[in-house]
């Protein structure tokens, strides 16, 4: 691998603020819904209507499974989501209910809107970053990180 740029450092330095930045926000809004952070993630990576595997989830969360339970019973306990089963019946799923969809919608409207930062940019400069995020984000998929 050959040494990064100083601009590759310094663009990765301040990807790393701004992830910081976002965490935060992701993690008070959490808090103000009485979520915690990984219950808050596991929501907003449920599709309405699809049930996701309980190990799908531990994989997503980069958690070992044995604690995804926990993170499920209290979801289930307050109704925003249930287990079922997948089609293959040694498989236990996870489902949004109504309650629990209506908070995801909430939270991806709170949560992935524009900041305002971006908001602040010029269009051709949103357009530009766009561009650059698509093939940074594909080029990551590639490598599978």
């Known amino acids: 691998m050959k040494k990064p740029s100083k601009e590759a450092r310094e663009a990765a330095e301040l990807l790393h603020e701004l992830f910081m930045a976002h965490k935060r926000q992701f993690q008070s809004y959490a808090k103000e819904n009485g979520l915690s952070p990984q219950q808050?993630?596991?929501m907003l990576n449920l599709s309405p209507g699809v049930g996701m595997p309980m190990?799908?989830?531990?994989?997503?969360?980069?958690c070992d499974a044995s604690n995804v339970t926990g993170i499920v019973d209290k979801l289930e306990a307050r109704g925003l989501a249930r287990r079922g089963q997948?089609?293959?019946r040694r498989v236990k799923v996870l489902m949004l209910t109504p309650e629990g969809e209506a908070l995801r919608?909430?939270?991806r409207e709170h949560l992935l809107s524009p900041p305002t930062w971006l908001l602040a940019l010029a269009r051709d400069d949103q357009r530009v970053l766009l561009d650059i995020l698509q093939?940074?984000?594909q080029s990551a998929r590639d490598e599978k990180i």
């Not at 190990?55 to 980069?62: K, Q, R, T, Y």
Request: aromatic share 4%.
């Open 135 to 137: 093939r940074a984000n």
């Open 105 to 107: 919608a909430s939270m």
């Open 40 to 42: 808050a993630a596991t």
């Open 55 to 62: 190990n799908g989830i531990a994989d997503f969360l980069m």
């Open 86 to 88: 997948a089609e293959d």
